[in-house]
């Protein structure tokens, strides 16, 4: 089992300026980090300046997007390729429930995004809201969002996420890795992080706030 992460998903949120005075309010050491990945995911608009300041600042952070085309590059006018994401990400979430319902991703789709990505050398992070959901085969890592806990505040129960974990795990060999996502606080992560089948965490809404989240981060 490698490292558990801990991921900031903005969805629709922040200007470039927000996004920068976020990375300056985060407060990690290499302390709070021992056998952790922190990962932001900004907005395309936010992308190149979150990952140069960064890499200027040598924060312990990654870089993820939260989608990317299902397509090559090439005449598909809005979108933005995997290559095009491999100059600053190392991870794309694919199959986020908000896409799955705000924008029809099916199943089809959403596999030919997870190819396009791993043969781009971007590592999908696959979501799924339950554990009968199909996974396509080149995923590795898996983050279960129930749609009852994203954005309500009534989180899953630590025992229930890490039982469906278990299944997942069970049910598809390739995968090494599954994050619990919805209504996840300071105050309830080490609940699921301390769970045997949870390998991190799929932050949300506790993540637009840097102090919120550098305390998952410590809690994890
Ligand atoms: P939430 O969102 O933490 O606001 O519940 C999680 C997610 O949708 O990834």
């Known amino acids: 089992m490698g490292n558990h992460l801990i991921l900031a998903n903005w969805k629709s949120n922040k200007s470039v300026i927000e996004a920068l005075g976020w990375l300056k309010m985060l407060n990690i050491s290499e302390t709070n980090l021992e056998n952790k990945e922190v990962i932001v995911c900004p907005s395309f608009t936010a992308l190149q300046e979150v990952s140069k300041f960064v890499a200027e600042n040598s924060l312990p952070v990654k ?3 939260q ?11 809005g979108e933005i390729n995997a290559i095009q994401i491999k100059e600053f990400a190392k991870y794309v979430l694919i199959g986020h429930s908000e896409r799955r319902e705000n924008f029809h991703e099916d199943d089809n789709v959403l596999a030919n995004k997870v190819s396009i990505a791993v043969s781009s050398g971007v590592i999908p ?7 009968g959901m199909k996974i396509p085969s080149e995923v590795k890592i898996v983050a279960y969002e129930p749609l009852s806990a994203i954005g309500t505040g009534n989180s899953d129960t630590p025992e229930d996420a890490n039982s469906v974990a278990k299944a997942i795990k069970d049910a598809n060999a390739n995968i090494t890795s599954v994050l619990y996502g919805g ?8 609940n699921f992080t301390k769970m045997e089948n949870i390998d991190g965490v799929l932050v949300g809404k506790a993540s637009l706030d840097a102090s919120d989240f550098s305390k998952i981060v410590q809690n994890a």
């Open 125 to 131: 992070i696959y979501c799924v809201s339950d554990v």
């Open 67 to 77: 989608d990317v085309s299902p397509f090559k590059e090439g005449s598909y006018t």
């Open 63 to 65: 870089i993820g997007t």
């Open 183 to 190: 209504s996840v606080t300071p105050e309830n992560v080490a």
